[in-house]
């Protein structure tokens, strides 16, 4: 049997069963190293360091909450914090932080293709590994439009996305259970819809039960749907370590052959 065998088509069903061991491996040190100070540091302070004191800011697929809690420490005076998951589970986790140590967010369990345009629209949307849940063009479409409809003119959206632009020696590859995890897909090349399993590891000899699907759609697919549904702006931004962290060296590979690739879009 092959390993997409085993999927479920079901990322709601999915992220239910695995939300506290996913919490758990939120700690991995590639997160803070790599993923976070691309998305704060490169992307979010680069561009709304100042929009950001007072804005709007929707933080969709928020799972526990975990970058919506930091984006309340990065803009403490945002004027309206919301999460936004589809999983239930996810969203009590969030809901128990939020309980235990107040932010000032709402928590909202909701399908992000199922939004309808909003009456008081956002000026910042974020997204850490949202859009690589489309399987199909018309899931990718409906995503995004919901993303377009959610934002004011002038908005803008940032995301950390399955990175859509890897070679394919970033899959596959044992190398990335050092940073807790490992990427495969079946078949001998990539296309629409293909799902990508991840794996967690506890170590390099250990996988955890910690299993999800993303699911690639090409390059050319993302530039055309933000086009199409009306974004002035598209840009791939690749990750990068935080050149002041100690030991840079060990997150060579892993920027080398990153499975995460940034997005920003202008409305
Ligand atoms: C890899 S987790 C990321 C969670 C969080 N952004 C983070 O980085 O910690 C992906 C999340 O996307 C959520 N998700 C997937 N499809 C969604 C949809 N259509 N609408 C809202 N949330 C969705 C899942 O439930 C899951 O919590």
Known sequence: MSIVAERSHDTKEIYDSIAEQYVEFKKAPYRTAVEQYTFFDLMLLKNERERGKNARILDLA????????????????????????????????????????????????ADGKDLPPSETPYDIITAIYYLNYAQTHEDLRA??????????????????????????????????????????????????????????????????????????????????????????????????????????SFFDDLVRLPHVIGIIAKK
């Not at 975990?66 to 403490?76: C, E, I, N, S, V």
């Not at 945002?78 to 936004?84: D, E, K």
Request: aromatic share 16%; hydrophobic share 30%.
């Open 62 to 109: 928020c799972g526990d909450g975990h970058y919506t809690r930091k984006l309340r420490d990065l803009f403490p005076d945002a004027s309206y914090l919301c999460g936004l998951d589809i999983s239930s589970s996810m969203i009590d986790i969030a809901k128990q932080r939020e309980i235990e140590h107040p932010k000032n967010i709402d928590y909202i369990c």
């Open 143 to 248: 995503m995004i439009k919901g993303v377009y409809d959610q934002l004011k003119p002038g908005g803008s959206f940032y995301s950390m996305n399955e990175n859509v632009r890897s070679p394919m020696d970033g899959f596959n590859n044992p190398m990335h259970k050092k940073y807790t995890f490992y990427r495969e897909y079946s078949g001998d090349s990539l296309r629409a819809g293909q799902p990508i399993k991840y794996t967690y590891y506890w170590d390099v000899n250990t996988p955890s039960k910690c299993v999800f699907f993303n699911y690639y759609m090409p390059p050319s697919t993302y530039e055309d749907l933000f086009k199409e549904c009306g974004f002035s702006s598209f840009e791939w931004v690749p990750v990068q370590c935080n050149p002041k962290i100690d030991n840079v």
